[in-house]
Structures are given as C-alpha cells and as structure tokens.
Nanobody
Framework: QVQLVESGGGLVQPGGSLRLSCAASGRIFSIYTMGWYRQAPGKQRELVATITSGDTTNYANSVKGRFTISRDSAKNTAYLQMNSLKPEDTAVYFC?????????WGQGTQVTVSS
C-alpha cells in the first residue's frame, strides 16, 4: 500500500504563486509516475502534470509555462510550483502515484485563486 499526503493549498490572488507538496510513503517501487490532477466544482477530474521516476515530465496545455512539477527521490516527494495563477485554476488538487497497474490518490488540497 501507498499513502499520499498533500500540502500547500490555499487562497491566492490572480497572478500569485503557490507550491504544492505530496509526500509518498509505503511500498514504493523503483519505477513509478507521480502526478497532479485537479477537479473544479461541476467538472471532471483532469490531468495537470506528471513526472516519472526517470524525471520525464508532462503537462496539460492549460498550465504549460506556468506550472512546474518536480520531485525529490530521496524524500519520495513531488512538488507542483504554480505561478501566474488564474481564477480558472481554482480546484481541488489531487496527488497521484501510479506503479504496476495501481493508481493511488491523496485526499486533495483546495486551491482558490480570487481577488
């Protein structure tokens, strides 16, 4: 089993920045993909960014150039640096870890972009 704990959400003004963290613990294999997804009210959960254990990254078009995903392998922690935030980035952000054929999810952290 794998446990994921997110932190770093909150309220920020448009144009501001936030950094989300996701600490993973448990039985983590050497090959995995960590990611961030988000779900706004009334909308489906959508991919934001992913990073593999080989540090290959992938981003949704809507966040390219503004968000950066990274990881600290020694701490089994993934980060999402979010810059130039927009009101449409408001959502609950979920951390994920995929290994073998299993996807694990965190509990989610709220990000609200509003003036």
């Amino acid at each position: 089993q794998v446990q994921l704990v997110e932190s770093g959400g909150g309220l920020v003004q448009p144009g501001g920045s936030l950094r989300l963290s996701c600490a993973a613990s448990g039985r983590i294999f050497s090959i995995y993909t960590m990611g961030w997804y988000r779900q706004a009210p009334g909308k489906q959960r959508e991919l934001v960014a992913t990073i593999t254990s080989g540090d290959t990254t992938n981003y949704a078009n809507s966040v390219k150039g503004r968000f950066t995903i990274s990881r600290d392998s020694a701490k089994n922690t993934a980060y999402l640096q979010m810059n130039s935030l927009k009101p449409e980035d408001t959502a609950v952000y979920f951390c994920s870890l995929a290994q073998t054929s299993t996807m694990y999810w965190g509990q989610g952290t709220q990000v609200t972009v509003s003036s």
